[in-house]
């Protein structure tokens, strides 16, 4: 049952191993982690590369709604601005997902069918994670029947923090099964994880386990994302990518409101992971007011004039 | 071409109101020289001429130390404290709303990028002037004597590299403790110096408390040796200390000498190696090396040199030389030609010595003074580029076995001004820091500055120490 490349196949043969091989990745210095961020935020990203990066943004964006209260009226109207960001211009392109419990996925696949953009369903007990692991797979077959071709999974953070890293381990390793030929994303709930080198491990150990994506966090946790620890899953990818050879992708998710933030995250992968993970296949952005601001930036450059928020729909 | 080409982001050089000629800053007003030539500073990104600055001749140093004499014993050693105090905290106040306008000055004059002169050298020369400002109706609780008294007129001369800063670091503690000061800044670098003395007016400074005397070497050996200059406080080469300390031997002023270094920067094989790679470029390419503290010896655990190594390269591949105005410059120009010149040399020498160079693929503007960063691998302690400050963005990169063995190359220079350590392991570090003879040694960090923290050197990095309340005492008899 493993999933990893040949270089690191052993190392998820035990528990001992596989703490041995996380406790031994370096250590990261939270000082020094989050002053490289906040320098790398000072980036002044202006004319040709703000439309550049903002255009990318769009397309990175995993349009997210994520309440009890969601209907399928407003899924509906999500996937219509998912296909159509700004119906006034049509040159704005598509962003790169929509993601929504899994009872709403039908609703979901019905109105992106032949579109190309993905649809991705949170599951595993979505966001606390605190179920037997069986209704969790089966949660996940579900979705994917149903038509999500993207999962976002929780880990389970008690057993992480527990160190009972095979445990974690197995679990997605067994989502990731349940998931087929759909992509499987990792939520690792940086917020709950407390430390940077527990980033770092968990980064590994879902990317060890097969994920397709690590993501920050549900959005239900405060803190959400943030660059330092965006910052510290990039350098995991690029690790990893350098080790296995396989790129991993990175989802920051939750907290990200203005374009300017956005820009920030795409300095971030530019300059730490590198160009080749500036492609909505390697990084996405989970958000659902970030769209607006993206896309009235998009009218100020564009126009040259600040239009507003009435000249952008609500969902 | 890389997919996210960051458009130019220039700072706007139109904020700032370069004169064509400058005057010498004596008893408060600009005066012209009486028996000095002129020299021109130059924008070292351009070569372009910015302004015109007298040079300062004995005739007019005599008449700045005058002033400074005049002043010092007619109003402001007298003056309580907490009354200057007040005329501090307005220079404080008065450099933080002007930041951004010196900002752009500095990095013009200097070559230094935007991005360092507004967030490192701006917001420490505001902070220094702050932090002594508060000492200044404190002194007697320093812990120099129930009623420490100033010494009377500093003499004081300082470096290109951090133009304002150093003149921060040398006029607000001055002041503070009650001195009057004439400052000769660098010849290459003095236009900050004539803002400041700008500054001083705008903040109705009493006239003679600060002058300014431009000027090169002749200037600056005018003022240290003047008779009636009670205090000399000296940034820049070992060299040119050396020269001041034998010219004040036997006289009754007083010294402090902030000199060069060759700063270890040691790299254990338990540390956080991206943090690490961060401080190393930190360490010698922040202010195009031109730092006198830099971390210009890597010693790297044998164990994890390749791993580092090849970080190193692909973050120095991100580096972005180019226009100091551009707020996403990560490197500027060489503050001159002579200064391009011995990095150019020391750098053959240590091809010629046997070490191999590596510098990213970067292009390099057609005018100006540019040298890419460039770090030196297979070098070992005998080489020159191992022993002198090269005062560039060079790094010589060495490897070491144990924690005994890079302590005793860290230490095997005549410098010992800064070193750094990075490893996870606290009692390590402890350790380890215990054993450097450096005046500062950085753990998991470098070139962090703070007012409140002593700064200065062992050996031939100079004596005496600059910054906190050890910084009061060269001020204070």
Not at chain 1, 4 to 21: G, N
Not at chain 1, 63 to 84: I, N, Q, S, W
Request: aromatic share 8%; charged share 20%.
């Amino acid at each position: 049952m493993t999933a990893t490349a040949p270089p690191l196949a052993e190392v998820a043969r035990s528990e001992a191993a596989l703490r041995a091989f996380l406790h031994g990745l370096p250590g990261v210095d939270q000082v020094g982690a989050e002053q490289r961020a906040a320098a790398l935020a000072t980036r002044s990203i202006k004319t040709t590369a703000k439309a550049w990066a903002i255009d990318l943004a769009i397309r990175m964006v995993d349009l997210t709604t994520l309440e009890g209260a969601d209907t399928p009226g407003k899924v509906r109207a999500l996937c219509a601005k998912a296909r159509r960001p700004d119906p006034l211009d049509p040159d704005c392109p598509s962003v790169a997902a929509v993601c929504v419990y899994p009872s709403l996925i039908g609703t979901a696949a019905t109105e992106l069918a032949g579109t190309g953009i993905h649809i991705a369903s949170v599951a595993t007990a979505f966001p606390s994670g605190q179920a037997p692991l069986p209704v969790k797979l089966a949660e996940v077959r579900q979705a994917v029947t149903d038509g999500a071709d993207e999962v976002d999974m929780v880990i389970n953070r008690g057993a992480f923090l527990a160190g009972r890293y095979q445990q974690v381990y197995e679990e997605i390793v067994e989502v990731k099964q349940a998931c087929g030929d759909a992509h499987l994303k990792v939520i690792l709930e940086t917020g709950e994880l407390a430390t940077y080198d527990n980033v770092r491990r968990a980064s590994w150990l879902a990317m060890l386990a097969g994920g397709d994506f690590i993501k920050t966090s549900t959005g239900k946790v405060q803190p959400a994302a943030t660059l330092p620890v965006t910052l510290v899953m990039l350098e995991a990818v690029r690790d990893f990518h350098q080790a296995t050879g396989r790129r991993v992708g990175v989802k920051p998710a939750g907290g990200i409101r203005t374009a300017k933030d956005a820009i920030r995250y795409l300095v971030l992968v530019n300059e730490t992971a590198g160009e080749d993970w500036l492609d909505p296949d390697r990084f996405r952005i989970g958000a659902s007011t970030l769209l607006n601001d993206l896309l009235m930036q998009r009218q100020k450059l564009a126009t040259g004039h600040y239009s507003g928020p009435d000249y952008v729909t609500l969902d | 071409m890389p997919r996210f080409e960051y458009a130019p982001a220039p700072e706007s050089p139109a904020i700032v109101d370069i004169k064509p000629s400058y005057g010498l800053f004596i008893g408060g007003e600009f005066v012209a020289p009486t028996d000095g030539g002129v020299i021109k500073s130059v924008n070292p990104a351009s070569e372009e001429v910015l302004a015109e600055v007298a040079e300062a001749g004995p005739n007019d140093v005599d008449r700045a130390v005058r002033a400074a004499r005049a002043a010092y014993e007619n109003h402001w050693r007298r003056m309580p404290g907490r009354e200057r105090a007040k005329y501090l905290f307005r220079i404080a106040r008065i450099i933080a709303e002007r930041s951004r306008e010196l900002a752009v000055l500095e990095s013009l004059d200097n070559g230094k990028p935007i991005r360092e002169s507004r967030d490192t050298d701006l917001p420490l020369v505001a902070a220094h002037f702050f932090y002594y400002a508060g000492w200044a109706d404190k002194l007697k609780y320093a812990g120099f004597g129930p009623d420490p008294q100033p010494i009377g007129v500093a003499g004081q001369v300082i470096p290109w590299n951090f133009p304002l800063l150093m003149l921060a670091w040398k006029i607000a503690p001055a002041l503070a403790c009650g001195n009057t000061v004439v400052l000769k800044p660098a010849e290459t670098t003095p236009l900050t110096a004539l803002t400041f003395a700008e500054i001083c007016q705008q903040a109705d400074l009493p006239p003679g408390v600060v002058n300014i005397v431009t000027g090169a070497g002749a200037t600056g050996a005018a003022l240290v040796n003047h008779p009636d200059v009670d205090k000399v406080a000296f940034t820049g080469s070992t060299e040119v200390g050396k020269q001041i300390a034998r010219s004040v031997a036997g006289t009754r002023k007083r010294v402090t000498l902030e000199l060069g270094g060759k700063a270890a920067n040691i790299v254990f094989d338990d540390a956080a190696i991206d943090q690490a790679v961060e401080g190393i470029v930190n360490g010698i390419f922040f202010n195009q090396g031109h730092v006198c503290c830099a971390g210009s010896r890597l010693l790297v655990q044998e164990s994890v040199y390749d791993e580092l190594l090849e970080s190193l390269k692909r973050r120095m591949a991100r580096l972005r030389v180019g226009d100091p105005l551009d707020k996403n410059t990560d490197i500027g120009a060489i503050n001159s030609s002579a200064q391009l010149e011995r990095i150019r040399t020391l750098s053959e020498i240590g091809v010629q010595e046997g070490a191999e160079p590596w510098s990213p693929p970067c292009e390099l503007p057609d005018r100006g003074f540019w040298f890419a960063p460039t770090i030196f691998t297979g070098v070992s302690q005998a080489h020159r580029i191992a022993r002198e400050e090269i005062f560039g963005p060079v790094l010589s990169v060495l490897t070491f076995r144990t924690p005994a063995e890079a302590v005793a190359k860290a230490n095997n220079t005549p410098y010992g001004l800064s070193a750094g350590i990075w490893s996870e392991k606290g009692s390590r570090i402890l350790s380890v820091a215990d054993r450097l003879r450096a005046g500062v040694v950085w753990a998991n960090t470098f070139n962090k500055f703070d007012p409140s923290s002593p700064f200065g050197g062992y050996k031939e990095s100079g004596y005496g120490r600059e910054g906190g309340r050890h910084g009061l005492e060269a001020y204070l008899a």
